[in-house]
């Protein structure tokens, strides 16, 4: 089944920015984005503030509870008590963990860090490893990532004699009551004075970071030196956990780009090396899409310690051994997911796609890897465009986990549905739930598939292909290109521009790659590029007239840079 996509370039800006150091182009890109006025292009533009001039925007004693967590650390500390970092086992965890660790043991801090098991544990804090972390000797337990919904844990922990500070960037219960009664640090807590509400688990731990380093003895400089020193992190945790490159994330991600591609952090260069064959120049889509899926690989397919390891060893052999692991394990997990794809794909009738795909293991088989049946969700969901849940067999009866699309709010729907699940939550485009017995099972998937006759009837169901800007041909050269990436770094909620060429007749075309699986045609005097497509476009010939949406790229070879079209679609003029 091929989903085709629907173009919809997007209507022109009713004001654009006037400001002569940049083209209209530009200009009109950033006014679909909202900025029109010279106070927003400044506001966008923060990721070159002077360091003085971030520190007052964004303290982090805006924090309340800031000035009492720092504190308390340093008293444990002088204490010499032992400190535990509770992290989560995905990339945001691992790097808030690592960044976190990095600082205190600067500091000459016993420091001790606690990852727990993605299926034996689930997400968050939980009695059986605080116990643990209590019988280790640690006095003191600082969350990053996790503990924002741990009521019942943190008084667990308190009971036991343990100090508690948690950090975290995920909603509050609606009940305050159920707040954790501890510092509490959190960017989504609307009773704070901080700007930022969209840190990402890994933002919100370098705020405190940055809160121990200002409290610290250090002169200026080293204090810039040791914040510089885990921007990196702070990149790898912000984009890989999906958070919007706009306003603070912006600058902690440029910033922290600076630090990744002087190739200092050993485990970080060792897992370039092994995506790129050597440590080259890497971006935003690269931490999104090759090292944050090798750091999320440790969890999916075993523990988390291994990535946390790879990010902290000061030792290049354990670097180049841990970074193979890591990537040995992300092509383990492709594998299975591919797998896994190929089971749930013969459950669909391809001539009568369903309204929702559900695909569930065989009650007679092993079940499916728990930590990657999110991953074949969204696969599915991609790619036939409807909504999908994957279930799998455990010990405990039936774990899951969906993807939706913009017309199905799954969150919504999932709750209607409740009476047959045990545990849920997420929100309108994923979730997860538990199920403990068949008769339950057999209930929620005739529920879901009722909820979704009714709520996507009538729709054309088909993805949007949204479009920024028509370009022609005559109106792209290398400028124009090297303009574009002024919006860098480009991510969720700031995405790359995509623009479109009606038109256009091909003058070449050459086949690339080691099987031939890339496709390159030459339209006029600029080549536009579309990756793994080879067979897809196959019927092209020269001379054909087409349409085609892009990325702007600039392709260096051989010490020249040349503009390149990156193509998203084509399709032939319909003259």
């Known amino acids: 089944m091929t989903v085709t996509k629907r173009w919809q370039l997007a209507p022109a800006a009713a004001s654009v920015l006037e400001n002569n150091r940049y083209s209209l182009v530009l200009r009109q890109l950033l006014a679909l984005r909202g900025i029109d006025t010279p106070a927003a292009l400044e506001a966008f533009l923060l990721a070159d503030l002077p360091r003085a001039d971030y520190l007052k925007q964004f303290d982090p004693f805006l924090f309340s509870d800031m000035e009492k967590a720092v504190a308390l650390i340093i008293n444990h500390i002088k204490a010499g008590d032992l400190i535990t970092i509770?992290?989560?086992?995905?990339?945001?965890?691992?790097?808030s963990t690592a960044a976190l660790w990095e600082i205190l043991t600067l500091f000459k801090a016993r420091v001790d860090a606690y990852l727990p098991d993605r299926v034996s544990e689930g997400y968050g804090m939980n009695k059986g490893a605080i116990e643990k972390i209590a019988a280790n000797g640690s006095r003191l337990i600082i969350t990053v990532d996790n503990g924002t919904r741990s009521y019942e844990e943190v008084l667990y922990a308190q009971n036991l004699g343990l100090d508690i500070i948690i950090t975290d960037h995920h909603a509050l219960p609606d009940d305050e009551k159920l707040i954790p009664s501890c510092l509490f640090i959190n960017c989504t807590d609307k009773r704070q004075d901080y700007p930022t509400r969209n840190l990402a688990g890994v933002g919100v731990a370098f705020k405190?970071?940055?809160?121990?380093?200002?409290?610290?003895?250090?002169?200026?400089?080293?204090?810039?030196?040791?914040?510089?020193?885990?921007?990196?992190?702070?990149?790898?945790?912000?984009?890989?956990?999906?958070?919007?490159?706009?306003?603070?994330?912006?600058?902690?991600?440029?910033?922290?780009?600076?630090?990744?591609?002087?190739?200092?952090r050993l485990g970080v260069r060792e897992l370039i090396k092994v995506i790129k064959s050597k440590a080259e120049k890497i971006d935003a889509w690269g931490l999104g899409f090759?090292?944050?899926?090798?750091?999320?690989?440790?969890?999916?397919?075993?523990?988390?310690?291994?990535?946390?390891?790879?990010?902290?060893?000061?030792?290049?052999?354990?670097?180049?051994?841990?970074?193979?692991?890591?990537?040995?394990?992300?092509?383990?997990?492709?594998?299975?997911?591919?797998?896994?794809?190929?089971?749930?794909?013969?459950?669909?009738?391809?001539?009568?796609?369903?309204?929702?795909?559900?695909?569930?293991?065989?009650?007679?088989?092993?079940?499916?890897?728990?930590?990657?049946?999110?991953?074949?969700?969204?696969?599915?969901?991609?790619?036939?465009?409807?909504?999908?849940?994957?279930?799998?067999?455990?010990?405990?009866?039936?774990?899951?986990?969906?993807?939706?699309?913009?017309?199905?709010?799954?969150?919504s729907a999932i709750e209607e549905a409740k009476e047959n699940l045990d545990k849920y939550g997420g929100h309108p485009g994923a979730a997860g739930f538990s199920i403990y017995s068949q008769e339950k099972l057999d209930g929620f998937t005739a529920a879901m598939k009722k909820i979704a006759a009714v709520k996507l009837q009538g729709l054309e169901l088909s993805p949007k292909l949204g479009i920024d800007l028509e370009l022609k041909l005559s109106e792209i050269d290398l400028d124009l290109a090297r303009e574009v990436e002024l919006l860098s770094p480009f991510g969720q909620g700031n995405p790359q521009p995509k623009f479109v060429t009606y038109g256009a007749t091909i003058n070449d075309i050459v086949n690339m790659g080691g099987d031939n699986q890339h496709i390159k045609i030459r339209l006029g005097s600029i080549w536009a590029i579309a990756f793994f497509k080879s067979e897809a476009y196959s019927h092209l010939q020269i001379g054909d007239t087409v349409d085609l949406v892009y990325y702007l790229d600039i392709n260096g070879y051989n010490g020249r840079s040349e503009v390149q079209l990156r193509i998203i679609d084509l399709k032939k003029t319909n003259l």
């Not at 509770?86 to 790097?95: E, I, M, R």
């Not at 002169?219 to 984009?239: F, N, P, R, S």
């Not at 994330?249 to 990744?260: A, D, H, P």
């Open 86 to 95: 509770y992290g989560d086992y995905d990339a945001d965890g691992v790097t």
């Open 208 to 264: 405190l970071v940055q809160a121990l380093l200002a409290k610290s003895k250090l002169d200026e400089e080293t204090k810039k030196q040791l914040e510089d020193k885990v921007l990196d992190l702070v990149a790898m945790g912000t984009v890989s956990d999906m958070m919007p490159l706009l306003g603070e994330n912006r600058i902690l991600v440029k910033k922290g780009l600076l630090e990744i591609n002087k190739f200092k």
């Open 290 to 411: 090759q090292i944050g899926p090798r750091l999320n690989a440790a969890s999916r397919l075993g523990n988390a310690s291994n990535a946390l390891s790879v990010l902290l060893t000061k030792d290049e052999a354990e670097a180049s051994l841990l970074a193979q692991e890591l990537n040995q394990k992300n092509i383990s997990r492709q594998e299975i997911t591919e797998k896994i794809m190929g089971e749930v794909e013969a459950q669909i009738d391809k001539e009568n796609v369903p309204d929702i795909i559900i695909g569930v293991s065989s009650i007679f088989e092993e079940g499916w890897n728990e930590g990657v049946i999110g991953l074949v969700a969204g696969k599915i969901c991609e790619k036939y465009y409807r909504p999908a849940l994957i279930i799998t067999s455990t010990a405990d009866g039936f774990k899951g986990s969906g993807r939706s699309i913009e017309e199905f709010n799954l969150i």
